[in-house]
Every structure is written in structure tokens, then in C-alpha cells.
């Protein structure tokens, strides 16, 4: 049950409550400024929602603080009328002192949005910061300069439009989207995808499902339903309603040699022969860390489930050695779905989580930086001292046009000075862009490797690699029997059920040994195949004047849109290519010469198909 406020407890609880979450003074909070001209975005909304909900039992959308509690005014106001308070003058803000500065932040200026005329320009503006915060516009734009947080003083609002993996759903219409055209594809893949529309619905209600509502917008809800893959094998998958794709999700970047590899599931087969027994230890757990070694240059490894874990215990383990608490990781970044590393951050440089769920406090020690920057280095250099890790995915897997081989040698040298911790995530990268990783390929030694899909041939694996200052915290370091040794180094506690599972094994086992014997000749002929179909493609899209971005790091590509020209991947479906909603691309050994020249006609005619409903000029 809310607690019982008057008009005067209720203003200050919710200008308090607002600068919480935005880190802004509440006395720099102009009550009659609109949320979005004071840096709030969609995830400050969802918290400031959330927090409303659980001690006011007053109930949001967030999409009403584009309109209905636009401000600080407006929102006391509706929730004066939803808890049966006299509404007065009294319960309004008092006015904020004239200042140069209207949004707290030196140099920046308040933009007054009270004054757009329409709904349809109000929520334009309103699709605008949601993009800013989920990465959904054109990569070229995601960067620019900005200094850097530093916990001591507030910072500037992040540069850019830097991806989260956590996105809020859009339940607003766009008149921006030609909805004959809309409406005409969708009954084209209704038709086309029927089992798979169906049994999406069929199962809705007991099956909690992500993915199902990823992209989610209501001009296209008939067709926001994952695909679902009846079989797999090389460079196509098929739906189960018999219809072929040319795959270029490839299990999120696992099927490295296509689908089913045939020396991958022969090693699968004979080793479930052998009746998976868990318990005991695989025999094959010991080869298996010695050829990652091998590949690698690592001194040590240990396995785990998920690449979610292995970057869970790689920090655990830069903390226990460092004895350190702070962490920097960059804005933009992917590492997967741990709480202790979803964070953005906010207004006045305070780091928040990035989604409702995770409480304050499990990113407290988090800094939030901004990648490829000269004043993320400053900072640093500056306080290295308080880092027990610096965590990196070494190119964005987002933002694969930045590569900043500069940037990363500085950073190894700063961290090096520093005693601090450097983590390279590399569960996309590793093994992919060369058998040795993002470290082989920029000249860069990291003290903890994260490695996962590739390797696990198909099957879950999570991998903490490194130097064994660091990974001797997993078990205590190196002894031997027959003498007075012992594991004398400090550790703390890992576990899981599944961390050497045999299937898991065998299948590693199969992907080393086949990328040992090819060498790098595999991922570099590949890279070379990608690079060359990228630059077809930005010629096409440069010389059609299409607004498409593309770009790759070896043999991962992606092509950034408008939010409206999403529908191109819909009708790529239509046209049997096969693209994930987080839309990253990989292609593998298994895709085709001929593979390829069918993805390039296909990207050609879906694009020509948008044009023509007139979206890239809307």
C-alpha cells in the first residue's frame, strides 16, 4: 500500500526520485522542461516508472512521458489526480533560477519540446532518444567526442547513440511507415511462414520467449516471430514448412565451418557412444586446454558453461587477484546478459543499471567509458590504481567499423603500468578473425581471454583463458605430486554442473584440431571473401544513394538502418535469406561463391522494394 502524501510530500518525493535516477541535482531540474531536454532517456523512464509503481501503486506506460508526464510539472500533476489529491499550485516544482544552464550540464542548452505541434512530431522526437539509447540508427553516426566519467566530478551525457542489449518495447504507431506496403508483406510471410507464425502464438502463453517480441513494433506485429528452423545443414536452414534460407545468422557467429561439419559430428556421435557421464572429468578436458594454449598463447584455461559466465568469472577472478573492486567496461559493448555489467550511463556521469530487475548496487563499482577515446585513456591513467579489470570487446560487435589498434596498445600499456587487469571478450571474435583472436590480430596481449561459440562446435561452451597470475585464482595455481608443493596462490569459487560436459569436449576438440590443421589460410580467405562482398555492397548502396551503412572485421558484417528500413529484412526473409533480429551477419566456409551472389541479388531487390514504398525518402 502507497504512503499517504500531501501535495507538498508528493512534489518533493518525485523531484527526488527524478534526480536519483537522472543523477541531476533536483535543484537544476527545470520543472517545466521536457524529461528528454534533460538527458533522460527510455531506460530512466522505465526506472523512474518502476519506482512509481512500487510506492505510489500508480501505474505507467513509458510511452506517456513523451506526452502525458513530459515534465516535472505534468507528472505531479497526473499523479495528484490518480491519488485523489486536490491538485494546487502548491503542488508544482517551485521555479528553477534563471540560468544559462537549463539541463545541469555545462554547455549545454534546454530544449523546450512543449512547443511541437502534433502527435505524430512528438513521437518522432520520441523514437529519436529511444534510438540514441538501443543503437538503432546508422553506425556512422554512433560516435563522437565526449569526455570521459570520472566519479569525482560529473560528466557529460554519453557521445552518440551507444548500443544496449536491453531494448524498450515501441507501442506507438509510426505514421512514418507505408502501411499498404506493411501490411502486404506480412500476409506474403504469413503465408510463406505459416507453422512458424503458429506456433509462435500457439505457445505464446506458457512460453516466455525474448526473442519473440525483439524488434516489436506495432506497425509490423503480424510479423515479429523468430524464425523457426526445422533443420540445418552447411549454408541453408529450412522452416518447417519446407521453405530453404541461406543462412547468415549461423547460430549467432557458432557455425564458424557452416552447419553439422562433418568432422564436428563425428566426434559428437562417437563420444556419445560413451554415455556422457558427468562426475568424473572428461578425458579430453586436459587436450583440449592444451591446444586453446597452442592457438591461443594463453598460459592457462579453465571452462565453463556460456560466454555470459566466463565473462562473470573473469571479472571475479581480476577482483580476487587485484583485490581491487572497480571496473571499467565501454560503452557500446557487448558481454552478455550479467547483471554486473549491464549499465549505461546516466546523467551527471552516474552509472544505472541498464534494466529494470538489477538493483543499484550490483553496478556500483562499474565505469562506464566511451570507446576509442583519448579521454577514456586519461581516465584511465588516472585511476588505474582503483581498476581490478578493464573489460573490452576489442571490436564492438555493434560497431564493427571501429577497429582502433592504437587505442587498445595504449590501453594495455596504461592497465600494465597499473597492475590492472585487461579482459579481452572475445566469445565472437575468437577464433574468427585469426586462430590466435583479436590479440593476434592487433599485436595485443590481454591478461584474461574470454572465448565461447566458435569453439564449442555448436554446443554451449564458456572459456576463461589467460595469464596464470590470473587464472591460478580458479584452483590455486600449479603444483605437482611427489614433493612439498602445494596450490599456494589465492582463489576464490567457480563451479557448474556442465562445465566440461563430454559432448562439449569432443566437439572443442574437433574445432582445434580442424583449425590447427588449415591454419590461418581458413579465417584469412574468408575475411578476404567478406571484405570483397562489403565493398560490392557500399558501392551499390553508395551509388543508389540508399541510406545503408555496411561494414565488417573479418567475416562478421552488419548493415545499419532507420528504423522504418527495417523492412528490408522481412523481405530478405521473403526472398530466402535468413537474418536474426540483433542483425549482426556472419558468413562461414560453408557459404558459396554462388551463395553469395544470391545474398547480394537479394539485398539488391529488398532494398529496391523499400525504395519504392517510398521509405528512404520519408
Known amino acids: 500500500m502507497s504512503p499517504a502524501y500531501s501535495n507538498a510530500t508528493l512534489r518533493e518525493r518525485i523531484v527526488e526520485l527524478v534526480g536519483d535516477v537522472s543523477g541531476l541535482s533536483p535543484s537544476s531540474i527545470d520543472p517545466n522542461a521536457n524529461f528528454f531536454s534533460l538527458g533522460l532517456n527510455s531506460l530512466m523512464f522505465m526506472q523512474i516508472r518502476d519506482r512509481i509503481e512500487r510506492e505510489l501503486g500508480v501505474e505507467l506506460a513509458v510511452s506517456q512521458f513523451t506526452n502525458d508526464v513530459s515534465t516535472l510539472v505534468k507528472l505531479t500533476g497526473y499523479l495528484e489526480e490518480r491519488l485523489a489529491l486536490v491538485p494546487s499550485s502548491e503542488s508544482q516544482p517551485p521555479p528553477v533560477p534563471d540560468r544559462s544552464d537549463q539541463t545541469g550540464r555545462t554547455g549545454e542548452t534546454s530544449l523546450d519540446l512543449s512547443s511541437l505541434s502534433g502527435l505524430d512530431t512528438l513521437f518522432r522526437r520520441q523514437l529519436d532518444v529511444l534510438e540514441r539509447q538501443n543503437e538503432i540508427l546508422l553506425s556512422a553516426f554512433l560516435n563522437g567526442g565526449g569526455a570521459a566519467p570520472a566519479p569525482s566530478r560529473p560528466a557529460p551525457a554519453p557521445p552518440g547513440k551507444a548500443y544496449v542489449p536491453f531494448k524498450a518495447i515501441v507501442t506507438s504507431r509510426s505514421s512514418g511507415v507505408a502501411q499498404e506496403h506493411v501490411e502486404a508483406l506480412a500476409r506474403l510471410l504469413g503465408e510463406k511462414c505459416k507453422s512458424t507464425k503458429d506456433l509462435t502464438q500457439k505457445h505464446r502463453r506458457v512460453f516466455g520467449n525474448n526473442r519473440a517480441i525483439a524488434g516489436f513494433r506495432p506497425d509490423w506485429k503480424e510479423m515479429v516471430y523468430p524464425l523457426i528452423a526445422a533443420r540445418a545443414d552447411g549454408s541453408r536452414i529450412w522452416d518447417p514448412d519446407g521453405n530453404e534460407y541461406i543462412d547468415l545468422t549461423m547460430g549467432f557467429g557458432v557455425a564458424l565451418f557452416g552447419h553439422n561439419p562433418a568432422f564436428v559430428m563425428e566426434a559428437i556421435r562417437a563420444e556419445l557412444a560413451n554415455g556422457m557421464p558427468l562426475g568424473p572429468l572428461s578425458p579430453l578436458a586436459g587436450e583440449v586446454a592444451e591446444l586453446i594454449a597452442e592457438l591461443t598463447g594463453v598460459e592457462r584455461v579453465a571452462f565453463f558453461n556460456s560466454g555470459t559466465e566466463a565473462v562473470m568469472v573473469a571479472l571475479r577472478l581480476a577482483r580476487t587477484v587485484t583485490g581491487r573492486a572497480r571496473v571499467a567496461i565501454f560503452s557500446g559493448s557487448f558481454h552478455g546478459s550479467f547483471d554486473g555489467i549491464l549499465a549505461i550511463r546516466g546523467a551527471g556521469g552516474r552509472t544505472l543499471p541498464m534494466l529494470p530487475g538489477s538493483p543499484a548496487g550490483i553496478v556500483a563499482d562499474v565505469i562506464?567509458?566511451?570507446?576509442?577515446?583519448?579521454?577514456?585513456?586519461?581516465?584511465?591513467?588516472?585511476?588505474?590504481?582503483?581498476?581490478?579489470?578493464?573489460?573490452?570487446?576489442?571490436?564492438?560487435?555493434?560497431?564493427?567499423?571501429?577497429?582502433?589498434?592504437?587505442?587498445?596498445?595504449?590501453?594495455?600499456?596504461?592497465?600494465?603500468?597499473?597492475?590492472?587487469?585487461?579482459?579481452?571478450?572475445?566469445?565472437?571474435?575468437?577464433?574468427?578473425?585469426?586462430?590466435?583472436?583479436?590479440?593476434?590480430?592487433?599485436?595485443?596481449?590481454?591478461?584474461?581471454?574470454?572465448?565461447?561459440?566458435?569453439?564449442?562446435?555448436?554446443?554451449?561452451?564458456g572459456i576463461v583463458a589467460g595469464r596464470a597470475e590470473f587464472i591460478d585464482a580458479v584452483d590455486g595455481g600449479m603444483w605437482q605430486y611427489g614433493d612439498e608443493s602445494y596450490p599456494a596462490k589465492k582463489n576464490t569459487f567457480v563451479s557448474g554442473t556442465f562445465c566440461h560436459h563430454p559432448l562439449a569436449m569432443a566437439a572443442a576438440r574437433a574445432v582445434l584440431l580442424h583449425l590447427r590443421r588449415e591454419?590461418?589460410?581458413?579465417?584469412?580467405?574468408?575475411?578476404?571473401?567478406?571484405?570483397?562482398?562489403?565493398?560490392?555492397?557500399?558501392?551499390?548502396?553508395?551509388?543508389?544513394?540508399?541510406?545503408?551503412?555496411?561494414?565488417?572485421?573479418?567475416?562478421?558484417?552488419?548493415?545499419?538502418?532507420?528504423?522504418?528500413?527495417?523492412?528490408?529484412?522481412?523481405?530478405?526473409?521473403?526472398?530466402?535469406?535468413?537474418?536474426?533480429?540483433?542483425?549482426?551477419?556472419?558468413?562461414?566456409?560453408?557459404?558459396?561463391?554462388?551463395?553469395?551472389?544470391?545474398?547480394?541479388?537479394?539485398?539488391?531487390?529488398s532494398a529496391e522494394a523499400i525504395e519504392r514504398a517510398g521509405l528512404f525518402h520519408h
Request: aromatic share 10%.
Open 519 to 605: 591454419g590461418p589460410k581458413l579465417q584469412e580467405d574468408l575475411n578476404q571473401r567478406t571484405a570483397a562482398f562489403v565493398t560490392r555492397m557500399a558501392d551499390l548502396f553508395r551509388d543508389r544513394s540508399w541510406p545503408i551503412r555496411i561494414a565488417c572485421f573479418g567475416s562478421l558484417f552488419r548493415m545499419d538502418l532507420m528504423p522504418d528500413h527495417e523492412l528490408l529484412y522481412y523481405h530478405l526473409l521473403d526472398k530466402g535469406v535468413y537474418v536474426w533480429e540483433g542483425r549482426n551477419c556472419f558468413l562461414s566456409t560453408a557459404h558459396s561463391d554462388g551463395d553469395i551472389e544470391a545474398i547480394e541479388t537479394a539485398i539488391r531487390a
Open 368 to 461: 562506464v567509458l566511451d570507446y576509442d577515446d583519448p579521454a577514456s585513456l586519461d581516465y584511465v591513467a588516472a585511476h588505474g590504481g582503483e581498476l581490478a579489470a578493464v573489460l573490452v570487446e576489442p571490436v564492438q560487435s555493434r560497431h564493427v567499423e571501429i577497429q582502433p589498434r592504437d587505442f587498445l596498445h595504449r590501453l594495455r600499456e596504461l592497465t600494465a603500468a597499473s597492475g590492472t587487469a585487461l579482459i579481452f571478450d572475445e566469445v565472437i571474435t575468437g577464433f574468427r578473425i585469426h586462430p590466435g583472436g583479436a590479440q593476434a590480430r592487433f599485436d595485443v596481449r590481454a591478461d584474461i581471454v574470454t572465448y565461447g561459440k566458435i569453439i564449442g562446435g555448436g554446443l554451449p561452451i
